[in-house]
Each structure stands twice: as C-alpha cells, then as structure tokens.
C-alpha cells in the first residue's frame, strides 16, 4: 500500500496535456523533487467519455492514498465532480482540489458555441453537439463538500468566464482573487508554491 498522494491535473476545453499550465506543473514538480505521482490526461472532447477516463482511474485507486486535483477551466468543472465523486467512494482519505479559472455552468455557454470545434494543441477536430452540452449538465455538482478541502484562484480580467459565478459558487472555499490577468490565469507559475503549499495541508491564506 503507497502513501505517496496521486495529483491529476484537468485541461481546459480544446486543450491538452502539452498546456502552459499543465507542462509547468510537472516540471515544478520535478524539479521540487515532490513525493507524488502524476496523472495529466488528454481528456476527451466528449464529457462522457472523459467522465468514465477519469471514473476508471480513481476507481484503481480503492482509496489508498490521498488525491490532488488541479483543475483549468472546463477541467475545473470536471475536478469539482471528479472530487465528490471520490468523497462518495473513499470518505476515508484527504482529497484536495484547485481550481483556475473554473468553468462554473459551461453547459450554458457552450449552447453558443455548437458546431465544429478544434483542439488548440492537437489540431484534432471535433463537433459540438447538445448532447456534449446535456452530458455536462448531468455532471454539475449542485452541492460541495469539504469546501475548505478547496483553494479557488481567480482572476478579475478573466475574458473567457465571470469570475464572480466562481467566487459564488465557491462561496466557502479558500480563495485568491487577483485583479486583471485573463482565462489562462498570467503567472500561473509564481503561484505553484501556493498551490503545493495547499495541497500538502498548508495555510496558505
């Protein structure tokens, strides 16, 4: 039986595992040198084929360890259910979650934006349909439990999502709220201390 904490890292939509964000935070954790394992997946254009991905991977996991999970956008959406998810199965252990910029009811944006889509690191295409935008909207998650369990990082000049659904949504969760930036959260790299400090337990606020 490991101890060492499993960290899963979520993308954004029509992102990857090659991401700005998600490459620096394999390598500050490489380079920290920092007891834990990563899981980065290219998730799914489909939601429900990135909710059984990521069922069938916390399902190997028979609540043996804790679980971090840094969620971007889209991926925050997913962390936010992916977390509930496993407070269902494995109440026993520490599950922690950060959000970046979330996406808080992104089946409701995404009604704008049906029709042919492209991966921004994959070149892959793909069409948006209502029943990508009905599958997301089974897998809100209308409760949050161990909201302190939670660090929301928002910034004001977010041009994609309102920052203020999150803050709401989020109401009891720890936050950091910074004015201006944008939807890709600029400097997300100065902020990984934080993070990790988050993770592993720290006050961080």
């Known amino acids: 039986m490991t101890k060492t904490p499993l960290l899963i890292y979520l993308h954004g939509l029509n ?3 090659q991401s700005t964000k998600a490459q620096q ?3 500050h954790v490489h380079q920290n040198k920092l007891d834990m ?7 799914p254009s489909h939601p429900e084929q990135a909710r059984r991905l990521m069922s069938d991977r916390i399902n190997r996991e028979y609540g043996i360890r804790p679980v971090y999970i840094i969620g971007s956008s889209l991926g925050g ?7 509930q998810r496993l407070i269902y199965l494995h109440p026993e252990i520490v599950t922690r979650l950060v959000l970046i910029n979330p996406a808080v009811r992104p089946y409701e944006l995404f009604r704008d934006y049906l029709g042919r889509q492209t991966n921004f690191h ?11 935008v009905d599958t997301l909207q089974s897998l809100e998650t209308l409760w949050l439990d161990n909201a302190r369990d939670i660090l929301l990082m928002v910034q004001e000049g977010d041009e994609t999502l309102d920052y203020r659904k999150a803050v709401e949504k989020y109401a009891n969760a ?3 709220i910074q004015k201006g930036g944008n939807h890709s959260f600029e400097h997300y790299d100065n902020m990984l201390p934080t993070v990790f ?8 606020l």
Do not use: A, R
């Not at 394992?37 to 998730?43: E, Q």
């Not at 994959?122 to 990508?132: I, N, S």
């Open 25 to 27: 935070t394999i390598h």
């Open 174 to 176: 720890q936050m950091i």
């Open 15 to 17: 992102s990857s595992s």
């Open 37 to 43: 394992d990563l899981w980065v997946p290219d998730l």
């Open 197 to 204: 400090d988050f993770l592993s337990g720290k006050p961080v």
């Open 122 to 132: 994959t070149g892959d295409k793909w069409e948006l349909t209502m029943d990508h």
């Open 77 to 83: 959406y997913y962390g936010t259910w992916l977390m």
